[in-house]
């Protein structure tokens, strides 16, 4: 049983630059979320789904977009990178809105 | 929005220690989590706790809603305990947003 799995777990972009990040749950899970974490701020909510179908904005949305593909996936998508975007990203899952949150291992981004 | 405050910031114990770590949160909420990072950064659910007390092992956690506090209890700490310790919250509002304090950082020493 996987649990949450996020790719790609390392990547470097250049300014401007868009990407991906993907994230899958085996747990037949409702609600997903994305998260970021920089030193010294704890985790701090972009996105989240309540369940399949909607997306809501967390505390820091600015410059991201999600899509809920299905129950299982739920994408963070950066459309023109910035420096201010370097960041550990973490999704996570939960049966229910607000339930128990499982993570994934987190996405290392590093924007130049 | 709904604020969470932990203290202390970090903390640093001998091997062996207790400690205790608290979360504090500005508004009603519907759950409590706390959960421990370790070195390689993965995060791990310690604690479902809305209210009322729980205990596995070493760990105990309590919950006062009424009074908007929780409590995060390590006795016998070991080196394995080191990491950061978040608590995380989600108002009565049920907008299903949950939101982290910023942490307590614990360095075990051997």
């Known amino acids: 049983n996987a649990g949450v799995t996020q790719t790609p777990k390392f990547q470097v972009l250049k300014t401007g630059q868009s990407m991906t990040l993907q994230c899958a749950q085996d747990m037949n899970h409702n609600s997903m979320y994305w998260y970021r974490q920089d030193p010294g701020m704890g985790l701090r909510l972009i996105y989240y789904s309540a369940s399949e179908g909607t997306t809501d904005k967390g505390e820091v949305p600015n410059g991201y977009n999600v899509s809920r593909l299905n129950k299982r996936e739920f994408s963070l998508r950066l459309e023109s990178a910035a420096p201010s975007q370097t960041s550990v990203y973490f999704c996570a899952s939960s049966e229910f809105g607000a339930g128990e949150l499982f993570f994934g291992e987190g996405s290392r981004l590093t924007v130049l | 929005g709904i604020q969470v405050e932990q203290s202390p910031p970090d903390l640093i114990l001998q091997e062996g220690a207790n400690s205790t770590l608290r979360c504090n949160f500005s508004d009603s909420v519907n759950n409590l989590q706390w959960f421990h990072q370790n070195p390689w950064g993965q995060l791990i659910n310690l604690f479902y706790i809305p209210s009322g007390t729980k205990q596995n092992g070493r760990l105990s956690a309590t919950t006062v809603a009424t009074e908007r506090y929780s409590l995060l209890y390590i006795s016998s700490s070991q080196t394995t305990d080191s990491g950061v310790y978040f608590c995380?919250?989600?108002?009565?509002?049920?907008?299903?947003?949950?939101?982290f304090g910023k942490g307590t950082r614990l360095h075990i020493l051997p």
């Open positions: 995380a919250v989600e108002r009565v509002s049920r907008d299903d947003k949950i939101i």
